[in-house]
């Protein structure tokens, strides 16, 4: 039975995911003008490529806000899920909105959902004790004291997800497409197909990867009034020391206090071997009236034991 319940999780999963998005296409009213939301800009300098590799590409994502169908919302989780979709799906799927795994210590709300696995299937699920976090590297973990009692959080696909899904636990691009497995999913692509990452759903220029950098649905159009408000802008300058400078601008936030978590995913090559290499960091950022909107740091690596899972503090 648990062998049946991977093959139907995997399949509901890789042929769901863009059906998912697709089926609940909306278009906004007419006359109806989307609302700026407030923003942050995040500047990366004294970046070089580690030796005998190149620059890929860089994705930033504010896991606390998610915006689509012409607002952004809330997601305390920050799994990917908003708090609206939460509470919707919360008697099928036995959701909470305290965090990513709330039914399952092993397979995040947000697997579960695109999988569709229900509440009365979870208890069927089998992870292996030597599978319960992750070997991939990329799982951003970070202290939550949001609550009374902190608590570790994990956000990134662990091994028994991978497991499930057919993935490889050592790879965090299964397919090469450049985009890590887990924004795959956050974005409503198969991370199993290496082609739909540069396709377009709604027929225009800008494609899948894009859309996902720039934290734009992908079965929406990149040039409506609202996602013109939203959409993320990245910026590479190249400085006279050689190094570069990354600006992601636009970047919206949530106000009135709450934290914003942000995390930042550096993908770069080799060219000899075309193998691919990630290294991730994370902040907990509360923006305020009377701090500058733009926050600054180097980039963060300075050896092998420092490249995955780095938090940024600012002042």
């Not at 540069?198 to 079965?219: N, Q, V, W």
């Not at 910026?235 to 601008?249: A, H, M, P, Q, Y």
Request: net charge neutral; hydrophobic share 35%.
């Amino acid at each position: 039975m648990r062998h049946l319940l991977s093959v139907l999780s995997i399949s509901a999963l890789l042929t769901g995911c863009l059906a998912q998005t697709q089926k609940t296409l909306v278009d906004l009213e007419k006359g109806e003008k989307p609302i700026a939301p407030p923003v942050i800009t995040l500047k990366m300098s004294k970046y070089t490529p580690t030796t005998g590799r190149t620059f890929k590409d860089i994705f930033v994502v504010n896991f606390s806000s998610k915006c689509t169908r012409g607002k952004c919302e809330e997601s305390y989780s920050r799994d990917g899920m908003t708090d609206t979709l939460k509470a919707n799906t919360a008697a099928q799927y036995g959701f909470a909105n305290t965090g990513p795994y709330t039914v399952n210590n092993n397979f995040s709300d947000l697997m579960l959902y695109l999988s569709g696995i229900v509440y009365s299937q979870q208890n069927l699920l089998y992870c292996a004790l030597s599978q319960t976090e992750s070997t991939s590297n990329d799982i951003i973990k970070y202290m939550d004291d949001r609550n009374a009692t902190p608590v570790v959080q994990y956000l990134g696909l662990r091994d028994c997800e991978r497991s499930y899904l057919g993935l490889n636990p050592n790879l965090f691009d299964f397919d090469k497409d450049g985009i890590p497995d887990y924004l795959e999913l956050r974005c409503g692509l198969n991370p199993k197909n290496p082609n739909d990452a540069a396709l377009s759903l709604t027929g225009e220029s800008i494609s899948s990867l894009e859309k996902c950098k720039r934290h734009i649905a992908i079965d929406e159009a990149a040039n409506s009034p609202a996602n013109q408000l939203f959409a993320y802008q990245y910026k590479l300058e190249i400085e006279k020391d050689g190094t570069r400078t990354f600006t992601v601008s636009n970047i919206p936030v949530l106000e009135n206090n709450k934290q914003n978590l942000i995390a930042i995913y550096m993908v770069e090559i080799d060219p000899n071997t075309s193998k691919t290499y990630l290294s991730t960091a994370w902040s907990l950022i509360t923006p305020t009236p009377t701090r500058e909107r733009v926050y600054r740091f180097n980039y963060w690596v300075m050896s092998s034991a420092t490249t995955f899972n780095q938090e940024i503090s600012f002042p």
